[in-house]
């Protein structure tokens, strides 16, 4: 099988495993993991933040980051398409108790700045505060495009003059950084706080970080215990999650490189059309310009052929490259999907 449904279904490679097995270990609810210590202090080096916790997963950071920095009542910016409003079952209003006012996201995986302005609210009687602004990087709705830094840089200027946070999604942050060619912690420095995975295309079989000033890590660390988040001997998650950022962050490029041979070869089989401009990290999104085949038969017979792939919106495949899948597989998920498109 060439498993290109998600970089979620990477297992981790024999030399991270051999980490978990030798992690030092202790009770990270007491402060006393060292291999939990190392991890947070390493993230935070890593996105240049004061301090930095461990979740269980990019869903969990998620929802401790609207916990933390939102009280009930506030209302999010955030973009339409975005991971927190469409794939995490209402958690922000029904845990958190916000509400979002969303905003197309553009090619850029940014807003429209001027509208973002004019959507932050200002508290007064009857409207809902304003009280953080969302966003995601790599913005993986639209195959995992990548926030330029000046856009960016606008984002976190109009916080300011409105004395808002901002919060990156940063669940593919290691693979914005290496196409953009900047340390993690360049992006870093437009936001208040991050979180990144460590599971996805860092292959670590799960966890995720969330970045931040240390009161604000410090209260959420509360709120993760709220939400029965807290572990024990986590060392042996962290173990794997220290492998994967020293290490697996050093491949990624190999993955955006395999993605954009996939999206070339896709885009010249007749019937399929892929944007080559939004291919820029490591997923690439298909649309089938043709009606001799549904999406979902589509699906369907590549699974036969041995090539898994996901639906997407309306039309559209979704394919993703990672760390298991090599240049020999996409060549040969290529011929897949063109023998499929002639049946
Ligand atoms: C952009 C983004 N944010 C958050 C998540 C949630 O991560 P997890 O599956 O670890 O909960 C995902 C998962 O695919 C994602 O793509």
């Not at 912690?185 to 240390?214: M, N, R, W």
């Not at 639906?311 to 979704?318: A, E, L, M, V, Y």
Request: aromatic fraction near 6%.
């Amino acid at each position: 099988m060439i498993d290109l449904r998600s970089d979620t279904v990477t297992l981790p490679p024999p030399e991270m495993m051999d980490c978990i097995y030798r992690a030092e270990l202790g009770d990270d609810l007491y402060g006393e993991d060292p291999t939990v210590n190392r991890l947070q202090e390493l993230a935070a080096q890593v996105t240049g933040k004061e301090a930095a916790l461990l979740t269980t997963s990019g869903t969990m950071s998620n929802i401790l980051a609207f916990m933390t920095h939102c009280r009930h009542g506030d209302e999010v910016v955030v973009g339409e398409g975005h991971h927190a409003v469409i794939y995490e079952l209402g958690a922000p209003a029904a845990i958190a108790g916000v509400s979002f006012r969303s905003l197309p996201v553009n090619g850029m995986a940014s807003y429209d700045i001027e509208l973002l302005e004019q959507v932050i609210r200002t508290a007064d009687l009857f409207e809902p505060p304003t009280g953080l602004i969302w966003t995601e990087n790599t913005f993986a709705g639209d195959g995992g495009i990548v926030m330029p830094q000046s856009e960016l840089a606008k984002i976190s200027d109009v916080a300011k003059k409105h004395s808002l946070p901002v919060f990156m999604d940063g669940a593919r942050l290691f693979n914005a950084a290496v196409y953009l060619g900047v340390e993690v912690s360049e992006i870093c420095q437009y936001v208040d706080t991050v979180a990144f995975c460590l599971s996805k295309g860092l292959s670590a079989p799960l966890g995720s970080v969330l970045c931040g000033p240390a009161d604000f890590i410090a209260e959420a660390r509360r709120n993760r215990q709220k939400l029965g988040g807290g572990q024990r001997q986590a060392g042996i998650i962290a173990a794997a999650g220290i492998y994967a950022i020293e290490k697996m962050s050093l491949r990624l490029e190999e993955d955006h490189q395999n993605a954009r041979t996939l999206a070339e070869g896709l885009a010249e089989i007749p019937g399929l059309a892929v944007d080559l401009s939004a291919v820029q990290t490591n997923i690439v999104v298909v649309e089938l310009a043709s009606d001799h085949l549904t999406q979902a038969e589509l699906v369907e017979r590549l699974g036969k052929r041995g090539v898994l792939v996901v639906p997407w919106t309306k039309g559209r495949i979704r394919l993703v490259t990672h760390y298991g899948v090599e240049e020999q597989d996409i060549e040969k998920a290529v011929q897949a999907i063109s023998d499929v498109m002639k049946e």
